[in-house]
């Protein structure tokens, strides 16, 4: 090789082995909900919650964030239950996004969000990722958010003082921003089982199957009035289109009172990736991502569809 | 449970290695990847890209596969970690069965990626004994390795439920 070639090279790893260590942080472990409210209060801005830390550790490692306390909830068992009883679906902050994956109860009452899950990291990052990391990171692009919203659902804020119930929808404010107020910890995600004859899907779309991070993902649910029916109501969540997952609200209204069929779905499409707000990057270019919302729009609702009529 | 040391505040763990239980101080920001590594001496695992991407890192926790670098040694205070040198032992006087598929089915290339390979290999088959191809490609789709193109690990990974089967056929 050329030594003007080799000089100019970049170093195989740009940040030396040093850099990539932890920084160092005091850790706390609280052993309940209400320990772990108090130590939030007290040491306010200066600590970071500590779940599956797929996100958190890399972003500490790469000195993003330097926290001078990290707070475990690891040892809150209350925060790992996951309840399906009745019309009702309670899911603890902490429960991974693998058991979400696979658990056989939630795969037959909310499809769609298995499909997330399935979708999210890696098999060795779900087993540590949890349901609450991926809400309060607020990823535009996560995988969890938009089926949640789709399906309608709340998330239970505790502090010491308090606790607040948000829809999923209004919990996000932007890239990384949420409503979450210091001291603050998101204990639960409920939502209710969906009625008879709806349905709903996730797909998304990256360059390759595993590991990836969406280029457009889409959540759609329909409601139908009675098997062979038209919908009575529909929600179509668009995720990695805009600062925070979005709601096709336009697309929605089409839907509403209409038979369903192929021609209604694709204007729905339509109406959805008009309403997108993507932008160009390296992952792909806002045209190309705009023109596959429409597809990713078109295909949830006809898998919604299929399953809505099936219960 | 703490202690003051040189480091600042230290934390005492009590954790299963391999079957064997260790009462360590550790300090919070050491990762259980650098706890296997450079504390316990266990070189099997593989430090790669150390923020998850890779899977060179993996080890079972509780029976499941994680990325020992996105774990704080802290964290696995009470649990049960099995690394490659625990899968060997397994074996017994040889190897254990996916290492010798690994071995005889050419995939293993430079290495660096066959502990994590085996072990997430080890946590499919210890929960469904006869995957399908897309289960075991799945299974594995969190190990990256840049030298075989998969499909041999694929194959060695098939050999081992073969033989399983062929062990519950009745003669």
Not at chain 1, 265 to 271: L, Q, R, S, T, V
Not at chain 2, 57 to 86: Q, R, Y
Request: glycine content about 10%; aromatic content about 4%; overall charge neutral.
């Amino acid at each position: 090789m050329p030594e003007e070639v080799r000089q100019g090279a970049k170093p195989l790893r740009q940040s030396g082995r040093e850099e990539m260590l932890l920084p160092e942080f005091d850790y706390h472990e609280p052993s309940t909900l209400e320990e772990a409210c108090a130590v939030m209060t007290a040491l306010g801005k200066c600590a970071i919650l500590l779940a599956g830390g797929t996100d958190l550790l890399v972003r500490m490692k790469k000195k993003d964030l330097v926290p001078d306390h990290l707070v475990s909830l690891g040892s809150i068992d209350q925060l790992k239950e996951l309840k399906v009883s009745g019309r009702k679906v309670q899911i603890g902050a902490l429960v991974t996004v693998g058991q979400i994956a696979e658990s056989e109860r939630l795969g037959d009452v909310l499809p769609a969000l298995c499909q997330g899950a399935l979708n999210l990291g890696s098999p060795l990052v779900r087993n540590l990722a949890t349901i609450g990391g991926n809400i309060v990171s607020a990823r535009p692009a996560a995988d969890l958010p938009p089926p949640l919203m789709a399906y309608g659902a709340r998330v239970i804020l505790a502090s010491e003082k308090r606790e607040r119930t948000f829809a999923l929808e209004d919990f996000f404010k932007g890239p990384g921003e949420t409503v979450m107020e210091s001291g603050e910890i998101l204990t639960q995600i409920s939502l209710d089982v969906p009625p008879p004859h709806s349905g709903a899907a996730y797909l998304k779309l990256g360059k390759r199957k595993a590991l990836e991070i969406s280029l457009v993902n889409v959540a759609s649910f329909i409601h139908l009035n009675g098997p062979d029916g038209v919908v009575d109501s529909a929600r179509i969540v668009m995720g990695a289109v805009g600062p925070k997952p979005l709601r096709a609200f336009s697309a929605e209204r089409l839907l509403a009172g209409e038979k369903p069929s192929d021609h209604l779905f694709e204007a729905a499409g339509k109406a959805a990736a008009d309403e997108s707000s993507p932008i160009d990057d390296f992952r792909g270019s806002a045209e190309y991502r705009r023109t596959m919302v429409s597809v990713l729009t078109v295909r949830t609702l006809r898998s919604a569809l299929a399953r809505a009529r099936k219960k | 449970m703490w202690e003051e040391s040189e480091n600042g505040l230290m934390k005492q763990i009590k954790i299963t290695v391999n079957g064997q239980e260790y009462d360590l101080s550790v300090e919070p920001n050491l990762t259980l990847l650098d706890l296997l590594r450079e504390r316990l001496g266990l070189t099997g695992t593989k430090k790669g890209c150390d923020e998850g991407d890779c899977g060179a890192c993996t080890v079972l926790l509780n029976g499941k596969a994680v990325s020992s670098c996105l774990v704080l040694a802290v964290e696995a205070n009470g649990k049960d970690v099995l690394t490659i040198e625990g899968v060997e032992l397994e074996g017994g006087d040889s190897l254990h069965p996916l290492q010798k598929a690994f071995v005889e089915n050419g995939a293993i290339q430079c290495g660096f990626c066959t502990p994590g390979m085996i072990l997430s290999a080890k946590a499919l088959l210890d929960k469904n004994p006869h995957p399908s191809q897309t289960q075991i490609r799945r299974a594995i789709s969190g190990n990256l390795c840049r030298c075989t193109g998969y499909q041999k690990i694929v194959e060695a990974i098939e050999t081992v439920c073969n033989g399983n089967q062929a062990k519950s056929k009745p003669k």
